[in-house]
């Protein structure tokens, strides 16, 4: 069992050990999943003190959530949250599939949803995991598109949900197949006209008012 958390007052924390114990965690919580991450090693493996660890993480959960926020801040490409040119709407949509999409397919991307998935993530703690993550990507394209549908350039009734829409016609059936482990190669092209059709449908579905349901 997990040693009681063992806090110190008022000490100096120094940022290189900070970063040293989220290097560690994170490899660990990827080797060991959340639930078999033993505090002791992982203060090992940052060669820390666990007085030292615990007063820079007050707990395990601390340090996962720490974890995930830390992996996104530093992965993230700063180009996907990039403001969208309102007079080449097409192009800017394009541009962010673009990004989103070759993002997906970086190894820091892949270890970044290996973490989110960490074994043993208590239930309870899978909306904080997810906020301090890819709820960036979400958050940001639901911003731009309300923008959008403000200006009247799309028909957008629920951002949210538009964003939702967006997204996973630019994953296609990536997710399932690295879920799978199933990595192949895709010509240029074909993903290119591929992203290209994802857009243009989206285009097309957001464009004029609302066919009412029968």
Known sequence: ME???VRSAGRH????????????????FLDRGFAQANMQELADRA??????LYSHFGDKTALFVAAIRDHYDHHL?????KEWDDGDLRGSLLTFARTYHAYLLLPASISGRRLLRAPGVPAELSLEVWNAGP???DAFLTRSLARLGAR????????PLAAIHLLSMIRGDLFAQLGYGVQRHVPGTETE??????????????????????
Do not use: Q
């Open 47 to 52: 060669g820390v003190s666990k007085l030292t």
């Open 135 to 137: 709820v960036r990507i």
């Open 3 to 5: 040693d009681a958390p």
């Open 77 to 81: 490409p700063a180009s996907l949250f």
């Open 193 to 214: 006209a591929y992203l290209a059709s994802a857009v243009d449908l989206f285009l097309r579905g957001y464009a004029g008012a609302r066919i009412p349901p029968e």
């Open 13 to 28: 924390k120094d940022p290189a050990k900070r970063e040293a114990i989220l290097t560690a965690a994170k490899a660990l």
């Open 152 to 159: 009247g350039l799309l028909h957008i009734e629920d951002p």
